[in-house]
Structures are given as structure tokens and as C-alpha cells.
């Protein structure tokens, strides 16, 4: 069924689905309220056929509530959150660029360590951001396929899907994620997640870009990185390595220490790096359709 054309709220039209899961409809939508500004439209499917308790639409709420508080360059603005027939939309801010997984996958080769530095360091300053708020918020799920890196090499992190607010009290979480190579080995047992869970998953993605290895195929038992990459510096790779330890009391314990670590050989690469802005032809993935359908909308 095509949903072309479709107005949401009386404001949002549907120009273009991007992708259609089990679990949500991603559209690209133009707001006709603000000139034909453009919006990230997720249609989740919060109807379920059991009679039990509906996570996917508790989850759907908790997300807008979280991203109705953020305000922070490196996360995409919420817009709106609003109920449809079986399922609730999601609106947030377009932003044109390509996921990291995306152009991974474009590649024979990993990135050099001189195009990762910068969006290590960016990544770092989204996490110190959202782990020192009043409530620290856990994404659970930074990976590359959540990272979307802009023509202006900035970094952006997209999903929060799996995102919960640190709860002292609660011994366990009450909702599991499973993301192969990119969850944290507590996850997968009855300890709780918190920010350790999250540097883990930051190790685990750079390790991925810098590599290009399947990192859920590894068994929480890494070869170092310079075994693929040569450019890598030996004390960011020891950074690494240290953000992917099995207990969490041996990973670095707060974001802080790992930007420190990640800036001690970074200054130089990044100067390289930021002459070399993403490609613009816009790639092949989720990114990649966004840009060439903006690139003919403004025609």
C-alpha cells in the first residue's frame, strides 16, 4: 500500500518510504507548514496480537520522552510524537548524510585512523553529554549503523530506540538488548546496564571502522587492531582494547577518560581528516537515498 502523498497531523506529507521492518516504516516527510521543510518520519508499529503488555509502545514513549529533553548538536531535534491507527509516529530532524555502516560496507579496506579520530572525539563530547545529565542516559546502542556522518563530517546519533535513564535502584534492566559484537557481556546476564555499557559499545564501533571486521563474530575476544590496520596509534589501540574489556571494573569508567585518551594522538590526524568531508554522491544506504531525493526535491 502506498503511503505517497499521506498527510500526518495535517501538516506532514509523506514524500517517500525509505524502509519497512517488522517494527516501524521509516518516510522522508515535507513539513507544509515551514515552506516544505523536510522531516525523518518513523511510523512505529505499536500494535501487538497478544493480549499482554505492550513493550514496543512503552519503548516508543520512553524514546520521545528522551529525545523531547535533548539539546545537543550531535542528536537529531524531536519534533513530535502522535498516535495513528495501530501504531505512533515519531518526527524528528532530517539531516542529510550516510549511517557508518553504510560506507563500511562500500570499502575493501577499514578507515584509516586519521578519518575515525574526529568522529571518535565527536561521539566522545555526545556521550559525556547525555551520561552527565541529572539522569544519565544509556543509549544501548551505539554502532555504526546508528552513526550518521554528515558532508560535513559530522557525526550524529540517531537511535534511541533502546535508550533507558539510569536508575540506582534497579538491580537488573527491565528491557534487553541484543545487538551482536556491539552489547556490552553484562547485558547478556542479569547485570544492569550504565555508562561502562555504552564505552564498550563506543569500543566495539571503533574497533569495527577501524578494522572492518565482524566484530559479533569475535566472541568478546578481539585480535588486537594493528593486526588490520597499520595506522592505528599503539595507545589508541590500548585505549580500545581497554574499552572492550570482558568486566566492566577493568574498562575505563567514565567518558571523560576515554576522550583524554582518544585526544592524546588525535590532534594531528584530525587536521588531515577534516580536508576529507564525506562523499557526496550520497552513497547506497538509508543516508545515501535521503541526499540524492534532497538533491532532486530542490530542483
Known amino acids: 500500500m502506498s503511503r505517497e502523498g499521506k498527510l500526518l497531523k495535517g501538516r506532514f506529507e509523506i514524500i517517500k518510504t525509505v524502509e519497512d521492518t517488522a517494527e516501524h516504516i521509516l518516510y522522508l516527510a515535507k513539513d507544509k507548514q515551514t515552506s516544505g521543510k523536510f522531516f525523518r518520519v518513523r511510523e512505529i508499529k505499536t500494535k501487538m496480537k497478544s493480549t499482554g503488555k505492550n513493550t514496543r509502545l512503552e519503548m516508543a514513549q520512553k524514546e520521545a520522552q528522551i529525545l523531547s529533553s535533548l539539546d545537543h548538536p550531535g542528536i537529531p531535534r524531536f519534533i513530535d510524537f502522535f498516535p495513528g491507527v495501530d501504531c505512533h509516529y515519531l518526527i524528528t530532524e532530517y539531516i542529510e548524510g550516510d549511517y557508518l555502516d553504510t560506507l563500511l560496507k562500500s570499502r575493501s579496506s577499514p578507515f584509516s585512523y586519521e578519518e575515525v579520530a574526529p568522529w571518535a572525539q565527536q561521539l566522545c563530547e555526545i556521550l559525556?553529554?547525555?551520561?552527565?545529565?541529572?539522569?544519565?542516559?544509556?543509549?544501548?546502542?551505539?554502532?555504526?549503523?546508528?552513526?550518521?556522518?554528515?558532508?560535513?563530517?559530522?557525526?550524529?546519533?540517531?537511535?534511541?530506540?533502546?535508550?533507558?535513564?539510569?536508575?540506582?535502584?534497579?538491580?537488573?534492566?527491565?528491557?534487553?538488548?541484543?545487538?551482536?559484537?556491539?552489547?556490552?557481556?553484562?547485558?547478556?546476564?542479569?547485570?544492569?546496564?550504565?555508562?561502562?555499557?555504552?564505552i564498550y559499545s563506543l569500543g566495539a564501533t571503533l574497533y569495527n571502522l577501524l578494522t572492518n571486521q565482524d566484530v559479533g563474530a569475535m566472541n568478546f575476544n578481539f585480535p588486537p587492531v594493528s593486526q588490520f590496520n597499520s595506522t592505528v596509534p599503539p595507545n589508541i589501540e590500548q585505549a580500545i582494547m581497554k574499552c572492550l574489556a570482558v568486566n566492566p571494573d577493568d574498562r575505563f569508567q567514565i567518558i571523560y577518560e576515554v576522550h583524554s585518551a582518544m585526544l592524546s594522538s588525535a590532534q594531528e590526524p584530525q587536521k588531515t581528516s577534516a580536508k576529507s568531508p564525506a562523499p557526496r554522491d550520497g552513497g547506497s544506504g538509508r543516508g545515501g537515498f535521503f541526499a540524492k531525493l534532497f538533491s532532486f526535491l530542490k530542483k
Do not use: C
Not at 130 to 148: D, F, G, M, W, Y
Not at 165 to 188: A, C, H, L, M, R
Open 128 to 198: 559525556k553529554y547525555l551520561h552527565t545529565r541529572e539522569k544519565p542516559i544509556i543509549v544501548r546502542a551505539v554502532q555504526p549503523s546508528n552513526l550518521l556522518l554528515t558532508f560535513k563530517g559530522e557525526i550524529k546519533l540517531t537511535n534511541f530506540g533502546m535508550a533507558r535513564q539510569f536508575d540506582e535502584v534497579k538491580s537488573i534492566d527491565t528491557v534487553f538488548v541484543w545487538n551482536p559484537g556491539f552489547t556490552s557481556p553484562e547485558q547478556y546476564g542479569k547485570q544492569k546496564s550504565d555508562n561502562r555499557s555504552d
